[in-house]
């Protein structure tokens, strides 16, 4: 026992660190591309069975009945072939690296074994953040735009009610962008720009509750709240002796719709199979569109909303897995997924907006190696990928490969 402590440490440590950047904090790398090798292979259809790290963004309830501690590090790569009105459109951002890690809180009495720690995250390889405004003439799919370009911080707790209940929550911390700008003539009599920008930090959370009735049976309920980056920038300037103010402002960029899922599991023989159904608000967005209102003496210039252009939806995913031993302390874990999410557009894509999107279908294989007693209690090695086939529009690849340790 005497261990324990120290094994706490080593992966809740790694927790601490990515915590102490609470600013660059969201979830949308997870919707669109998947989380680990087991989540992309299974079409994300893990809310009902996931026990480790990743059970931060699937479910924090079932991370309060997992066991153990362990780390996962899993890079991920996209390839789009999206297109609209006969042009590529681009996916950026493809590449990621998620981690994950999880472990008991090392209390005795009554409450050992009742709290749990954890996180996932979503790291890129370049920048923390990159936001971008497209042109108003050109097509783009909000559903993948501006989604994955942000790093991701999912701190976690679990606790365990009973033997078969447990309740955990998630946060989720993103910083919005708001402040003044100016223009002013320099000591040459040039204009200078002057731009004063702060961060507001914004939370959301994300809520689970998992209960196993009886053995190899698994329900689930999770509650993911929407989030969004509030940017607001007042720009002033003074050109010519005439003053002239603009304001931009968005109120939900990079956005995550408020989504619930109900989930349930159970295990035949060797196999477990899993099926989600989740509803997802996207009807409380505004759009990805920027508000611009401009002042002169005496005029006020003002872009027009444009209106309703979204719709909530339900989407469906199954998996399944089985398992077989390949000899002493080696298993090899064979996945499946498959999902289907109809299109959040109200109408048709072309219009009044440049905005495309269409029904989405998602297939997903895998397999994942379990050594036993190799380097730590077990290792585990997982390869996964899916194809998200978007109707009208292309598809979008992602694989994953990831290693993961059970200390």
């Known amino acids: 026992m005497a261990d324990v402590p120290l094994r706490f440490v080593l992966s809740i440590g790694v927790a601490l660190a990515c915590v102490g950047a609470p600013s660059r904090v969201q979830a949308g790398a997870f919707e669109v591309q998947g989380l680990g090798p087991e989540g992309v292979a299974e079409a994300s259809a893990r809310s009902a069975r996931a026990e480790d790290g990743t059970a931060a963004y699937f479910n924090p309830g079932g991370l309060a009945l997992g066991q153990g501690t362990s780390i996962g590090v899993a890079p991920i790569l996209s390839v789009s072939t999206l297109e609209a009105q006969g042009e590529r459109l681009p996916f950026e951002e493809p590449l990621?690296?998620?981690?994950?890690?999880?472990?008991?809180?090392?209390?005795?009495?009554?409450?050992?074994?009742?709290?749990?720690?954890?996180?996932?995250?979503?790291?890129?390889?370049?920048?923390?953040?990159?936001?971008?405004?497209?042109?108003?003439?050109?097509?783009?799919?909000?559903?993948?735009?501006?989604?994955?370009?942000?790093?991701?911080?999912?701190?976690?707790?679990g606790v365990r009610i009973t033997r078969n209940l447990g309740i955990g929550a998630a946060v989720n911390v993103l910083a919005g962008v708001r402040g003044p700008a100016r223009l002013e003539a320099g000591a040459t009599g040039a204009p200078e720009p002057r731009i004063d920008i702060d961060a507001n930090t914004i939370m959301a959370g994300v809520f689970g509750v998992r209960f196993d009735p009886v053995e190899g049976a698994r329900l689930a309920l999770v509650l993911r709240q929407a989030f969004g980056i509030p940017l607001r920038i007042e720009t002033t300037a003074d050109v010519g002796g005439v003053p002239l103010v603009t304001n931009i402002e968005t109120k939900r960029a990079m956005f995550d719709p408020l989504t619930v899922v109900l989930a349930s599991s159970f295990d035949v023989g060797r196999a477990s199979f899993e099926i989600d159904a989740a509803w997802h608000q996207w009807s409380a967005w505004e759009g990805p569109f920027l508000s611009v209102r401009s002042t002169l003496p005496g005029v006020n210039l003002g872009s027009r909303p444009i209106g309703r252009l979204f719709r909530d939806v339900v989407s469906l995913r199954i998996a399944s897995n089985v398992r077989f031993d390949l000899g002493k302390q080696r298993t090899l874990v064979l996945r499946a997924g498959a999902g289907g999410e109809p299109t959040m557009m109200t109408s048709a894509p072309q219009g009044r907006t440049n905005l495309v999107d269409g029904d989405k279908l998602t297939v997903g294989l895998g397999a994942t190696l379990v050594l036993e007693d190799v380097l730590a209690k077990a290792l585990r090695i997982g390869l996964g990928g899916n194809g998200q086939f978007v109707s009208a529009s292309g598809c979008l690849f992602s694989t994953s490969l990831g290693v993961g340790v059970d200390l």
């Open 96 to 157: 990621g690296i998620a981690v994950s890690a999880s472990g008991t809180v090392p209390l005795e009495g009554p409450l050992a074994g009742r709290f749990r720690l954890g996180f996932a995250g979503h790291f890129l390889p370049t920048r923390a953040l990159r936001l971008l405004a497209r042109e108003g003439d050109r097509a783009f799919q909000p559903y993948y735009d501006n989604r994955t370009q942000r790093l991701v911080v999912l701190p976690s707790l």
